[in-house]
């Protein structure tokens, strides 16, 4: 029998996952919530860009709780290696791990490309409990079954038709939009459509704070 694990959506691309009293955060960058990291037993980052990495929030969520650690890049790691020493750790691609008793295996190198003259980045994308994919910058496909993708809905590197073409070829259970916060409700239609429409899959749009069961 499966524990029972909650899920909450928090601003932007920042998720939270809780089971046996434990709690995972990815992402807590600058467009999350302030006390996004708060309360959290692993942290997950994917990559530096300050929409997925905040110095701020991560000092906040590790400083209430001596006992939480973080896996990200080593770009990321570096920088919160002396502040926090022993308590990060790098990652990469092919890489697997527990975090706070959830088994996470890393998908992934680099960032999208934005455009050819700005360098590209080392991104981790996280599938947790082999049920649950975040791909942080980048439309990585994990190459094996995803029962729930975070799904980055809106970027200066993807269009409509690179997330429905995302969806198809990733085929999970369901997909949850993360990296809204550049969408404005009023162009929410102009995405939710297409993707529900074409991406062949369940797709759900939640605001900050919401819990589906999944």
Known sequence: MRPVVRFTKRKHACVRR??????????????????????????LVTHEHPDHFDEGRLRAGLGANPAA????????????????????HA??????FSAAGFGVRVHGELHAVIHPDIRRIANSGYLVDGRVFHPGGVLTVPGTPVETLMVPVTAPWNRIADVIDYLR??????????????????????????????????????ASGGSPEI
Do not use: M, N, Q
């Open 169 to 206: 070829e990733v085929a999970p259970g369901r997909a949850v939009d993360v990296h809204g916060a550049l969408l404005r409700d009023l162009a929410r239609p102009t995405c939710d459509g297409p993707f529900g429409a074409l991406g062949g899959t369940g797709h759900l749009r939640l």
């Open 18 to 43: 809780e089971k046996d009293g434990r709690t995972l955060v990815l992402d807590p960058g600058g467009y999350s919530e302030d006390d996004a990291a708060v309360g959290a037993d692993a942290i």
């Open 69 to 88: 650690l973080l896996w990200a890049p080593r770009s990321v790691t570096d920088r919160a290696a002396a502040a926090f020493p022993g308590r990060v």
């Open 91 to 96: 990652v990469g691609h092919g890489d697997a």
